[in-house]
């Protein structure tokens, strides 16, 4: 079973819960687990009784051990996120659940039906000391990376517990590492319009619908470069399947206004063509087919034919003085000379000097390549799928 045939496979059961007469016996178990499983959406399958009772008893079985492995890892990952939001809390540093984390419970109908790998957190720049204090005092440390502070707008922290899992935090002071994304949306703004997520206390507060909608929308190209990932779509279509045609209109407006509704109107779109119908009649003409301003930047994330180095370009132009610049080409010349040691010869005594030398080898396909054809490289990496 080829990849592409599986992908169409997994969205005829998460559209149905069946395939067509006779295609179960064309279905490799095997390959098919470890797309949904890559997908994000093996336990949404997993909660169809429809699927497991028609599917092959190999398949029905595979699925609910990975529903079981992810109710497991979900409880585990619960207490962490209600002790770090508790913490942020009392040292008064307002925190936001977003993305896959927040959508987990405020969208779907139990937390462990929505996969991801990390925890992300969305605070203001100005908290940044404040909030890695508290989590250093937590446990957590936080994880080498390439980029400065001015170049990645978040940092990962992990905490490795004995005999438990480690618990991976994202902490954001930004929405989105390019800077043509970056000011998308202000923390400020997103604060004000926040809603309590009541499974995690009074305290834990996540995105307005509206706002989830946007970043689910612009997160899957302005970070994967138009990824196909099928539970990045599933995303969109629980969001906006909770919004009314005032707030559909609203979105329209609000990705207009902040030059990202092109790429908005390409990810429903894919999602529609997985889920079915995601936006209503009443907004369709205004949000799918009215023109967009050809001038939006962001609109580039969606050629597939543009080299990385491209990328960079983009982040460059959308900087507004030649520091910053020249911050940006140093971080993607030069990451920190601990990053290069543990990424590249963590039992090695090699000079610094020639793991740059090695670096720059290996990152030269990169740069040349098209997003997504080629291994992910330093500062364009990023975190596991959310």
């Known amino acids: ?32 687990c470890r797309e949904a499983d890559r997908h994000g959406v093996a336990p949404l399958l997993a909660a169809n009784p429809q699927l497991l009772a028609r599917a ?25 996120i209600r002790e770090v939001m508790a913490a942020f809390g009392r040292a008064a540093v307002p925190a936001l659940l977003f993305k896959g984390t927040q959508l987990a419970y405020t969208h779907y109908p139990r937390p462990d039906l929505r996969p991801r790998l990390d925890t992300d957190v969305l605070i203001a720049a100005g908290d940044l000391p ?32 004995p005999e438990a899992l480690p618990h991976v935090l994202d902490m954001h002071w930004r929405l989105a590492n390019p800077e043509v994304f970056g000011h998308m ?12 997520i009541h499974r995690l206390g009074q305290h834990v507060r996540g995105l307005g619908a509206v706002h989830a909608l946007l970043v689910a929308a612009v997160h899957r190209v302005a970070h994967h470069f138009d990824d196909d990932r099928l539970i990045w779509l599933y995303d969109l279509a629980r969001v906006g399947g909770g919004l009314d045609a005032d707030e559909w209109r609203r979105f329209r407006a609000l990705a207009s206004a902040r030059g ?47 080299p990385h180095a491209f990328v960079v370009l983009d982040d460059l132009r959308a900087l ?46 990169r740069w040349l390549s098209k997003p997504g054809t080629a291994p992910p490289l330093d500062t364009f990496d990023g975190r596991s799928p959310q």
């Open 185 to 196: 949306l202000s923390f400020e703004e997103l604060a004000a319009e926040s809603v309590c």
């Open 320 to 365: 507004p003085d030649w520091r910053g610049r020249l911050r940006v080409v140093r971080s993607h010349m030069f990451p920190p000379a601990r990053y290069m040691r543990e990424i590249y010869a963590p039992r090695s005594r090699a000079p610094v000097a020639w793991l740059y030398a090695v670096r720059a080898v290996r990152g030269a396909r």
């Open 260 to 306: 990202v509704l092109s790429v908005c109107r390409a990810s429903l779109e894919q999602a529609e063509a997985v889920c079915g119908p995601v936006v209503p009649e009443a907004c369709r003409h205004e949000l799918l087919h009215e023109p967009w301003d050809a001038r939006e930047v962001t609109a580039a994330y969606l050629d597939a034919r543009r």
């Open 1 to 32: 079973m080829t990849i592409e045939r599986a992908r169409d496979v997994l969205i005829a059961l998460l559209r149905s819960g069946t395939v067509p007469d006779g295609a179960w016996a064309e279905v490799d178990v095997e390959a098919l």
């Open 130 to 161: 404040r909030a890695h204090r508290v989590l250093l005092a937590l446990g957590y440390r936080p994880d080498v990376q390439a980029g400065s502070a001015g170049v990645l707008y978040q940092q990962a922290y992990i905490r490795q517990a």
């Open 56 to 80: 092959p008893a190999m398949l029905a079985s595979r699925l609910l051990d990975i529903q079981r492995r992810e109710v497991a890892v979900d409880l585990l990952r619960e207490q962490g």
